[in-house]
Structure formats: structure tokens, C-alpha cells
């Protein structure tokens, strides 16, 4: 067994590990991660106002609050909506102009240029002028592949041009603002020359436009990675790479952003049509379902911390409590550790899949809501839960019992992981009287 363990931790520590790292600080996916970030603020505000939109009441209730809510809703419903409209509707803009900032400026490139490029290239491409109007139907989730590939390309178009030093030569004396605007010009005109005739193309020979099409090119692998499979695939190696000191929520949660996006706008559009919501692998669902407390769903494991004997675990659990409630637990991980630890390697890798096995159960089958609204991941896990799934009291109790099962997993490893600790603390001890009497 220990052989096992040491190959296994040999794997993940010189194989996963090395590329993980690589992958992290990867410029590309580095933007793309902080661009879906520089968003959310945007998008937990359109959330937090569909949700206003669709109370949890029947319209059948005869309760007076229920009834003048609904009423509200029914009379005042477009203005309601505008902050939704505004931001979760047409979330692909934010998207586009964050990753195209964050991409130039890893460059030293002007990244309000970048920005501005990409935002003109993905409304030419996902919302031409149509009758004097242009349509936001590819402005929301279904735009979010679109948003991406778009701003990647324009600064990258920006990169070369730079790079090979090609664009107008205009004199020392001209304003710096005034060369920086007319350093647009060429890449604008590239993509005009590419871009916009592909959209055409396209348009004219298949009815769709670029993110209609690249939608179509990407369901497949959308409807895969709402998969269970996809799920344990995601937690099993996100937690791998926690295991062996890396941010593994980093990494892989900035991968599937792009999915849980474009899967929460989806059950979003359902919720508006009152369509049955589609879509369960959603950002709030991976972090108040199956990390509860934080990666590894060590909230179970604070509490056992919290009466342990051992002074070390202890202290940890009395100076992790307060963080795992807002699902912060880098104190637990590292403080332990559980980071290379053999003894917390079994619970630290199955308490989140089997969370996520019974919280993708319970919403298969409709124990509890779906995911339709997008809460802060430092909100505290029942609320949070409550929150993104339309206020459903069953979500709260599913993570309460989520996070007593932790609670039995992690105690067998926790125990023996304690009475280690005790032996080395009571052998201190000995040491220090030792010395004291000498």
C-alpha cells in the first residue's frame, strides 16, 4: 500500500504537477481567467434581479406579501428586468472587453485599445445592424465562445502588428493619445478583411452567424460537460492538483467558466420562458454542493478539528472556522497540511465526489432546484445554495447533511492523523522537561 501511495504521489508531484503549473501562468488562459472575474460583478447583480423577478410563490398563494409581489412583478415586469437585461443578457460584451484588456496588457500592450477592438469586432460578428436594431440574442451566454475567441484574436492581431512594427508613423510632435487611437487603424482594417467576410459567409450560406455557429460546433462538448462523468472528472483532478500544492480550483475552475456560463445562461433563458431548466453543472453548484467549506469539503473536517486533542489541529480548526464558513479554507490545507499528506489523501479526494454524485442526484431528480442564479463563492454554503437555486429550503438542507457526511468520511483519517500528531506533541513535551531538568 505504501508503495502505492508513494508511486501515486510521485505522479502527481513530477508529472501533474509541472504541467499544471505551466498551464496556470499561460498568458492566454491567465486573461481568459481574470476577464470571466472582472465580469462577476456584473452577472451576481442580473442574477440576484431574475431571481427578484421570479419570486419562490405560487401564483395561486393567497399569502398578502405573495400576492402584492407578484402583482409588483406582473405590473412593473421590463423595468425589473433592465439590470438583468443589462448584464447577465449581455454578459459576452463584458467577457470580450475584460479577457482583451487582460491579454494586452500581459503584453505591455494598451489594453483599453485591445478592448475596444474586440468589443467593435464581436458586435460586427454577434450583432449586426438589422432594420435600424441590433439583436442581443447572441450578446448573453450563447455569445460567451464567441466573446472569447474574438478577444484572443483581436489582441493577438494587435501582438504581431506591434511586434513586426507595422502601423502609421506619425510625427513625435502628434499627442500620445492621438498616435495610440491611429495605432487602431490597421488592425481594424485586418479585421475587416477577415473577419467580416467569414461572417458574411456564413450568414449567407448557412442562416447562422459566427456564435450561433460556433455554438453549434461546441454543443457536443456543452451537453459532455454536463455530464456526471465530466463532473468527477473535474473535481478528481482539480483536487489532485491541491494535493500536490497547486491551486487546483484556479486551474480548473477557469477552464469551465466558459461552460458554467454559458450552461447558467441557458437555464436562465428557461426560467424566463418558464421552460423546465436544463443545465446542473454550474459554478454554484461545484462551490456550494461539492466543496462546501472549500476544496475538499473540509468543512466536516474544521469541526472535528475543532475538538481535537492534539493543540496543532486545534488551533488550526479554531483559526480555519471563520474562513470555511465563506468557503475559504487555504488555512486548513496548508495549516494541517492536507497538501502531500498521505493520511488526509483518501477523504480530501472522495468527500467531494461523493458530494457531487449526491447533489447531481438530487437535482436529476428534482429533490432540488437547479442552478438558476449566480451567488458570491465567499457566500456561506446553505445560503449561497438557497440563493442560486431560487431560494429552495431543500438546497439548505441537502448541504447540511453534505456536510455531516464530510464530517463522517474525514473522521476515521482524522483520527489517525490526530493520535500521530499526539505522539509527536507528547514526545516534545518529554524533550522539553528533559532539557529543563538538565
Known amino acids: 500500500m505504501s508503495t502505492l501511495a508513494d508511486s501515486l504521489f510521485g505522479v502527481i508531484e513530477n508529472r501533474i504537477s509541472p504541467i499544471a503549473a505551466r ?3 499561460q498568458r492566454h488562459v491567465v486573461a481568459i481567467k481574470d476577464g470571466f472575474i472582472a465580469s462577476m460583478p456584473f452577472l451576481i447583480v442580473g442574477s440576484f434581479m431574475l431571481l ?13 406579501f405573495a400576492q402584492w409581489w407578484l402583482g409588483m412583478i406582473k405590473q412593473y415586469n421590463d423595468q425589473l428586468m433592465m439590470p438583468y437585461n443589462m448584464t447577465m443578457g449581455i454578459m459576452s460584451i463584458f467577457i470580450t472587453g475584460a479577457i482583451a484588456y487582460n491579454l494586452a496588457q500581459s503584453y505591455k500592450m494598451n489594453g483599453l485599445m485591445a478592448a475596444l477592438l474586440s468589443l467593435m469586432t464581436f458586435l460586427v460578428v454577434a450583432s449586426p445592424q438589422k432594420d435600424g436594431a441590433l439583436s442581443v440574442a447572441s450578446l448573453g451566454g450563447e455569445g460567451i465562445f464567441t466573446a472569447i475567441l474574438i478577444s484572443l484574436y483581436c489582441t493577438e492581431v494587435m501582438h504581431v502588428l506591434v511586434k513586426f512594427n507595422i502601423g502609421f508613423k506619425l510625427p513625435e510632435q502628434v499627442p500620445p493619445k492621438i498616435r495610440q487611437s491611429f ?8 479585421i475587416f478583411l477577415t473577419l467580416y467576410p467569414l461572417n458574411l459567409f456564413i450568414e449567407n450560406h448557412f442562416g447562422l452567424l459566427i456564435p450561433q455557429a460556433i455554438m453549434s460546433v461546441f454543443a457536443p462538448v456543452i451537453s459532455a460537460a454536463d455530464s456526471l462523468p465530466a463532473v468527477l472528472i473535474a473535481v478528481l483532478l482539480c483536487h489532485l492538483l491541491w494535493f500536490a500544492g497547486i491551486h487546483g480550483a484556479a486551474i480548473v475552475g477557469g477552464i469551465l467558466q466558459a461552460f458554467w456560463l454559458s450552461n447558467l445562461g441557458l437555464n436562465q433563458e428557461a426560467l424566463n420562458a418558464s421552460q423546465e431548466i436544463p443545465k446542473i453543472f ?7 454542493f461539492i466543496t462546501v467549506g472549500g476544496s475538499g469539503a473540509t468543512m466536516g473536517l474544521v469541526i472535528l478539528y475543532l475538538r481535537s486533542r492534539s493543540a496543532h489541529l486545534r488551533s488550526i480548526g479554531r483559526l480555519g472556522f471563520v474562513p470555511g464558513l465563506f468557503n475559504i479554507n487555504e488555512p486548513i490545507i496548508f495549516g494541517s497540511p492536507v497538501v502531500m499528506n498521505p493520511l488526509l489523501f483518501i477523504p480530501f479526494i472522495t468527500t467531494p465526489l461523493i458530494n457531487a454524485v449526491i ?3 438530487a437535482t436529476r431528480t428534482d429533490l432540488i432546484n437547479h442552478v438558476i442564479s449566480l451567488a458570491p463563492w465567499t457566500t456561506p454554503g446553505p445560503i449561497g445554495a438557497a440563493w442560486s437555486t431560487g431560494w429552495d429550503w431543500r438546497a439548505v438542507v441537502l448541504v447540511a447533511f453534505l456536510i455531516c457526511l464530510s464530517t463522517l468520511i474525514y473522521y476515521p483519517f482524522f483520527k489517525m492523523y490526530e493520535r500521530q500528531l499526539l505522539e509527536q506533541e507528547a514526545e516534545m513535551v518529554s524533550e522539553n522537561l528533559a532539557a529543563e531538568m538538565k
Do not use: R
Not at 427578484?52 to 398578502?64: A, L, R, Y
Not at 495605432?183 to 485586418?190: G, S
Open 23 to 25: 498551464l496556470s501562468s
Open 52 to 64: 427578484f423577478s421570479h419570486p419562490p410563490f405560487s401564483e395561486n398563494s393567497q399569502w398578502g
Open 183 to 190: 495605432d487602431l487603424l490597421i488592425p481594424i482594417m485586418v
Open 282 to 288: 454550474i459554478e454554484p453548484f461545484w462551490q456550494f
Open 359 to 361: 447533489a447531481w442526484t
